[in-house]
């Protein structure tokens, strides 16, 4: 098969799926493709990538800029239009906004003024998107909605690129040289983390669907949701063709996954869930946190289990070596945006590998304690919603555990404005806005 030829066969196929979503969610404004436009841009190539526009980090990508800002403008005339009340979203968000007014005050003491504040104007895009699923008239409706949508694209779409146009969806590790499948991402680990969260969220749709199987009218999603599923955890397994091909997004999953039956089991034998979830954040986050100055994950066994030796695939080393700028500036950081330049990408790694550390690097203990305080309430405040309204809380929380566990060896902790940060992002909007579901499985039927 030609390259063209599966390229117009498998826009046909993501065409068919995005139109039984569609029948399946009609409810669903259209504008919702604007945050899951947002959403599927957080978690692949920048434009500049697609365009083989290769600029520095210093000098950004003019085509990212001109499409955020766009995007951003498109979503503020909508919510304009639909009376929404920014006051309250201030309110019940605040505390969002404070680390978003603390990384914009960040940019008095970085070294690259400039090109932090330029990193920062992509932040305020989240909250425009995040509006937007909220001010919906059924925002959960909407959330799920959205997110099918990214996958239904990012699956299909991902395996063109790695078998048909190997230039965009195949690169080759710089220092091993293994062959490693990133399809619409920029790197392997942030494609497999796309398709860890997509694939918690669709068995769990699956999930809500066979238990209630016979009261359903539409049961052809069924099918997709399944095609879809399988194609996702094919891509997520790699040319490996294994689980641990992307040891991070395997353990993420893997974490969803049983802290869902946990997580139950507490809420409905009325344990302190409030309490029990805070400490196990914080506890992830401390340790997530001392990583990267001890050198080592906690459990060499567990290392082991996973096929990675006890650098955890050179990690240690990056950790080692980023370790000095981060005792210089420990308090304040460099600034959002500000440390990492070319030079340093070049001649350390891409990125920190661990979310936490990355955030100290940026914005110091200050920007941790700021950015781990806004985690831990928005649990606590999800935890309410579990007793008062649904089930689907749950779902919520088990996310906010994978997106902390990611962060250990991977980067999104800190941030907003890349996957899953830009996902998190939403959930804490909508969390904050106690929205109130009947009950879970109305959120997948009509």
């Given at each position: 098969m030609t390259p063209t030829l599966a390229l117009i066969l498998t826009s046909i196929f993501?065409?068919?799926?995005?139109?039984?979503?569609?029948?399946?969610?009609?409810?669903?404004?259209?504008?919702?493709?604007?945050?899951?436009?947002?959403l599927l841009y957080s978690g692949s190539k920048q434009l500049g990538s697609w365009l083989n526009i290769h600029n520095t980090i210093e000098v950004g990508s003019a085509p990212d800029r001109i499409f955020l800002i766009s995007l951003g403008l498109i979503g503020i005339f909508i919510l304009i239009k639909r009376n929404f009340s920014w006051s309250k979203a201030?309110?019940?968000?605040?505390?969002?906004?404070?680390?978003?007014?603390?990384?914009?005050l960040s940019v008095l003491w970085s070294n690259m003024p400039g090109i932090s504040f330029r990193r920062w104007g992509r932040e305020p895009?989240?909250?425009?998107?995040?509006?937007?699923?909220?001010?919906?008239?059924?925002?959960?409706?909407?959330?799920?909605?959205?997110?099918?949508?990214?996958?239904?694209?990012?699956?299909?779409?991902?395996?063109?690129?790695?078998?048909?146009?190997?230039?965009?969806?195949?690169?080759y590790d710089g220092w091993s040289g293994e062959l490693q499948w990133v399809g619409i991402s920029n790197q392997k680990n942030g494609l497999s983390i796309l398709f860890a969260f997509c694939i918690f969220l669709i068995i769990?749709?699956?999930?809500?669907?066979?238990?209630?199987?016979?009261?359903?009218?539409?049961?052809?999603?069924?099918?997709?949701?399944?095609?879809?599923?399988?194609?996702?955890?094919?891509?997520?397994m790699g040319p490996k063709r294994s689980l641990t091909y992307s040891a991070t997004s395997f353990f993420t999953l893997f974490t969803g996954i049983i802290i869902i039956p946990i997580l139950y089991s507490l809420s409905k034998h009325r344990y302190?869930?409030?309490?029990?979830?805070?400490?196990?954040?914080?506890?992830?986050?401390?340790?997530?946190?001392?990583?990267p100055f001890f050198q080592k994950y906690p459990s060499k066994e567990f290392t082991q289990l996973l096929h990675r030796d006890s650098t955890l695939t050179g990690r240690t080393t990056i950790w080692k070596a980023l370790i000095p700028y981060t005792k210089k500036k420990i308090l304040f950081g460099y600034a959002y945006g500000g440390f990492w330049t070319t030079y340093?990408?070049?001649?350390?790694?891409?990125?920190?590998?661990?979310?936490?550390?990355?955030?100290?690097?940026?914005?110091?203990?200050?920007?941790?304690?700021?950015?781990?305080?806004?985690?831990?309430?928005?649990?606590?405040?999800c935890v309410e919603l579990i007793y008062k309204y649904s089930v689907v809380h749950i779902l919520f929380l088990a996310m906010i555990f994978m997106f902390l566990i990611r962060n250990m060896t991977e980067i999104s902790f800190g941030t907003f404005d890349y996957f899953p940060g830009s996902l998190i992002l939403i959930l804490s909007f909508m969390i904050n806005s106690s929205i109130k579901v009947e009950n879970s499985y109305s959120l997948f039927t009509k």
């Amino acid at each position: 098969m030609t390259p063209t030829l599966a390229l117009i066969l498998t826009s046909i196929f993501v065409f068919t799926l995005l139109l039984i979503e569609h029948k399946e969610n009609n409810a669903v404004s259209f504008t919702i493709w604007i945050p899951t436009i947002w959403l599927l841009y957080s978690g692949s190539k920048q434009l500049g990538s697609w365009l083989n526009i290769h600029n520095t980090i210093e000098v950004g990508s003019a085509p990212d800029r001109i499409f955020l800002i766009s995007l951003g403008l498109i979503g503020i005339f909508i919510l304009i239009k639909r009376n929404f009340s920014w006051s309250k979203a201030l309110r019940q968000n605040w505390l969002y906004f404070v680390i978003l007014l603390y990384m914009f005050l960040s940019v008095l003491w970085s070294n690259m003024p400039g090109i932090s504040f330029r990193r920062w104007g992509r932040e305020p895009i989240g909250f425009i998107m995040a509006c937007l699923i909220i001010s919906e008239n059924n925002s959960m409706r909407a959330f799920f909605s959205s997110i099918k949508k990214v996958v239904y694209i990012a699956a299909p779409f991902s395996l063109l690129l790695i078998k048909y146009y190997p230039t965009y969806g195949r690169v080759y590790d710089g220092w091993s040289g293994e062959l490693q499948w990133v399809g619409i991402s920029n790197q392997k680990n942030g494609l497999s983390i796309l398709f860890a969260f997509c694939i918690f969220l669709i068995i769990w749709s699956l999930f809500e669907k066979f238990l209630n199987f016979k009261y359903l009218s539409y049961k052809l999603p069924i099918l997709t949701d399944l095609i879809i599923l399988f194609l996702s955890i094919y891509i997520m397994m790699g040319p490996k063709r294994s689980l641990t091909y992307s040891a991070t997004s395997f353990f993420t999953l893997f974490t969803g996954i049983i802290i869902i039956p946990i997580l139950y089991s507490l809420s409905k034998h009325r344990y302190n869930l409030k309490l029990i979830a805070t400490l196990i954040i914080l506890s992830i986050i401390i340790i997530g946190s001392l990583m990267p100055f001890f050198q080592k994950y906690p459990s060499k066994e567990f290392t082991q289990l996973l096929h990675r030796d006890s650098t955890l695939t050179g990690r240690t080393t990056i950790w080692k070596a980023l370790i000095p700028y981060t005792k210089k500036k420990i308090l304040f950081g460099y600034a959002y945006g500000g440390f990492w330049t070319t030079y340093l990408r070049e001649n350390i790694a891409a990125h920190a590998h661990n979310g936490y550390l990355s955030t100290i690097l940026d914005l110091g203990i200050v920007g941790l304690i700021l950015y781990s305080t806004f985690i831990i309430l928005i649990s606590r405040k999800c935890v309410e919603l579990i007793y008062k309204y649904s089930v689907v809380h749950i779902l919520f929380l088990a996310m906010i555990f994978m997106f902390l566990i990611r962060n250990m060896t991977e980067i999104s902790f800190g941030t907003f404005d890349y996957f899953p940060g830009s996902l998190i992002l939403i959930l804490s909007f909508m969390i904050n806005s106690s929205i109130k579901v009947e009950n879970s499985y109305s959120l997948f039927t009509k």
